[in-house]
């Protein structure tokens, strides 16, 4: 839902204007209507919304909304705002719309900054306190909605997306040499970091304080999963149909609650546990629920046939679109675009075309992640139970020598880069080093062949819990969870107006979950071990069952079929030397070689593509 942008500026060069053009670069965010305000401060001062209606449609709903000395702009929902409306009218508030923006001003006037531990949602929320004289920035809990801010010479920017700042006069395009290492070794650049200098991302549950009289910032957290996991004493002593008579019902009420709009609904449909559970829950609330996948047949692992299997179970309305090369070329054209800083998950290919099927019938999506950061659902958690007896038997050289000799294989796809990966842990394993190998693409030290820029502290923060496998959920829920999986899905989504909400990602059920105990989410033979109980209470467990897909892509295959001539281009002596980003003969290297048919750098490939077709796009 939306887009927000605003301007806090001493300099002398904002303007309503400026302002304008900053607010209508996210009208894919939020087509169905445009607004601002602004005020003479100590400068200027300009908050801007691009609407897209989900709740209350009608034009009382558009912001940004005033209540007294607030104003405010937001992206996003507050799923629980009919409670809080109750509350609030219990203690004498009058309301006008049906908004739940509405709400939201009223919580703030309330309950001042208490008011955001009182929001089940999804947010990115702007809020000018013309009392005290401030600008308040608030991210959701988990990062699900984006919040960007720039900050350099007597001028501070917000807005949902990056493209906005380059229509004002005083931001400044100057590659953040950190952000640049973090791209390469993740595909993404992780929060706090954006990819130009002085230019940030909000923090997933924390909220900024900027003085609008003499520009001081101060930074606050209010939620964080490393805090509560830290705080949290799992309960052992419990079997797994105690648990699941305890989790199930979070489940299905943080699904409901999603289902709050005044617009048609439907899933993303992939075929594994979390959607398919999600669905299941969902058709008991939404008749007809219109579910959508998309079909890959190159792929290998096509997730098209299983979710029509499930989808014809429940009964869904369902859509299947056929992800075809030209399709996909089409959209790969386009992501520089769609992600404005270097992003280089393929899935965001698949996930732009089913949000593209799914925008024509319905305005809000469920897309069912953070299934597998909460119930244990990556493979890498299962080979954990496995690695260490292996590599700590094996002196440090020998892992040295497996990497070196993977270059001499012709060795492909997934099973190279795993191999690759456990190379590195030799002689040299803990929980840490396991987390940076499974997450990274390469180590640092490899990284400073290929760049110019210093890689030493490009490393994402490591959160420690009471034990290895919830560790390693806590990483990837502070990391790969906000600045892949829902960065992709937020673009993919609202860059063609289309609302997508993550029925999953609850704090109160992330909470209950902490005191879960690992043998009831994975093992080193099975994952997600709760949520499948729970799954096959709705869905025979014949039709789940199956190894994990998702939206998988033949990228590697397409790379070389169609963007050869581009990677050539692009990793050319001349270009790289203009560049001054990369080391010419190292890089150059590199393509060839996977070119030539070698799978080992496959990873790098498709991030040095995705790093340069941006860097075209935008510098």
Known sequence: MCGITGIVDRSGASNDAILQKMRDALVHRGPDSGDQISWKNNGYVGLAHRRLAIIDTTVSGNQPMHFKHLSVAFNGEVYNYRELKNELQTLGHVFETNSDTEVLLHAFYEWNLEAVHRFKGMFSIALINRQSQELLLFRDRFGVKPLYYYTHDNTFLFASELKAFHLHPNFIKRLNPTAISQFFLYGNVPAPNAIFENTFKLLPGSFLQLNLSDGTISHHSYWNPATISNATNPVLKVDLEETKQKIKPLIEDSVYQRTVADVPIGLFLSGGYDSATTAAILTQKVPQLKTFTVSVPDAGLNEGPKAREIAEFLGT?????????????????ELPSIYDEPFADSSAIPTCLVAREAVKTVKVALSADGGDEFFGGYNRYRYYYKVPGFVNCLPRFMGEAVSQSLNLLKLEGLRAQRIAKFSRLVGNFSTESYMMAMTQSMSEERLLDLLYVNASTTSSPFYKAHSPITTLMLNDTMNYLPNDILHKVDRATMSVGLEAR?????????????????????????????????????IPESLLAGPKKGFAIPINQWMRDFLKEELQHFSSENYLLNQQIFHPVEVHKEIQKFLNGSDTNALFTWYFYSFQTWYERWM
């Open 317 to 333: 309305h369902h859509t299947e679109i056929t992800c075809s090369i030209d399709e996909a070329l089409q959209v790969i054209q």
């Open 502 to 538: 993550e029925p999953l990602l609850d704090h109160e059920l992330y909470e209950a979950l902490l005191q879960v105990p690992d043998r009831l989410k994975c093992t080193k033979s099975q994952t997600k071990i709760l949520l499948k109980d729970i799954a096959h209470d709705y």
